[in-house]
């Protein structure tokens, strides 16, 4: 197959860490070629989408770790697959990336996640949809109403909407002299809505990870804060933990599993505290070679394998 990957500029990915650094890695293993690519060399002409693609060739042990083989333009409907694996912010320029990936035709090429798909889905608003799964939420730009629901829950977590890696999570208390303050930054003074969630206790413990292909689990790390921070998130200073899947966890993927096979969002990662449902990533879900380190498995193996079959078949 050709598969090409729509990235952040390469240097800057970590390549003992980053799950698409991973998947490059096992489709290469497996006989693939891979292409790389950012949202600026997407583009249309001639009546389909096209970017200009590097390919490249992978060799970890190497300074640095990748060599460009060649650059050229190519229509996208050439790949197998093109893989939107671009980290947030998902801004103007990531959403009309998306709108030239929908003109792919799906008969010639998989694009994962679907473009579509992304679009619906923000990652902390996503989660709404499943409202028995979650903690209890509000989202306003309110202040006052913002404030009430502290006041009731006593510890709350205030979430921008369009972060990663727990950058901007403030985590806020009933009674704090520093609430408005709190709520005025989070909110931009009343112009952007935010999440405020029951603070769960159990965060103390960990912040679970489940990666899910095509609705189904495929493996779970626990993430626990580092001193003297409430998040979990790894690129927040966390550290990881193996864990495994609880059964209440299994009955939230099962919920989830058909709405996220009817979006076509393939490879989805979900964040449980307590066994609650927090977010749900599909921009460039992480965590993979973790997982895979932790339980003595190659996941991005599997998920390769996963790939070749999913591909649509050329005639």
């Known amino acids: 197959m050709q598969v090409a990957f729509i990235l952040d500029p390469l240097p800057q990915l970590q390549v003992g860490h980053d799950t698409s650094v ?9 006989g693939h070629r891979i292409f790389c690519l950012e949202l600026a060399d997407l583009y249309w002409d001639q009546g389909e989408t096209w970017g200009a693609v590097s390919e490249i060739r992978l060799d970890l042990k190497a300074d640095p770790w990748y060599e460009v083989k060649e650059r050229r333009l190519v229509p996208l409907s050439q790949m197998q697959a093109v893989w939107m694996r671009k980290d947030p912010p998902v801004d103007t320029a990531y959403l009309y990336a998306t709108y030239l990936l929908d003109r792919l035709p799906p008969s010639r090429t998989l694009v994962l996640n679907h473009p579509a798909g ?9 989660a709404l949809q499943f409202r028995e799964w979650i903690p209890r939420t509000c989202v306003s730009s309110n202040k006052a109403l913002l404030r009430q629901f502290v006041e009731q829950v006593g510890q709350a ?11 901007g999570i403030l985590r806020a208390n009933a009674g704090d002299p520093n609430l408005n303050s709190l709520i005025e930054l989070s909110t931009q003074f009343g112009r952007l809505p935010v999440m405020v969630q029951e603070y769960l206790p159990q965060a103390a413990a960990g912040d679970k990870r489940i990666l899910l292909l095509e609705g189904e689990p495929l493996g779970a790390v626990n993430r626990i804060p580092g001193e003297g921070d409430f998040r979990g998130n790894v690129a927040a200073g966390g550290r990881v933990e193996k864990t495994e899947i609880t059964e209440k966890e299994r009955a939230l993927c099962a919920a989830l599993a058909p709405v996220l096979r009817q979006e076509k969002l393939y490879f989805v990662g979900i964040d449980v505290i307590g066994e609650r449902l927090t977010e749900v990533n599909v921009t460039s879900p992480t965590m993979l070679r973790e997982i895979s380190q932790l339980q003595g498995v190659d996941l991005a193996n599997q998920v390769a394998e996963w790939l070749e079959k999913k591909v649509p078949v050329k005639t």
Do not use: D, F, H
């Open 118 to 126: 992304i679009r619906s889905a923000n990652e902390k608003l996503y």
């Open 22 to 30: 991973a998947l490059m890695e096992a489709l290469q293993r497996r």
């Open 157 to 167: 977590v205030l979430k921008p909407l369009g972060g990663k890696g727990g950058e």
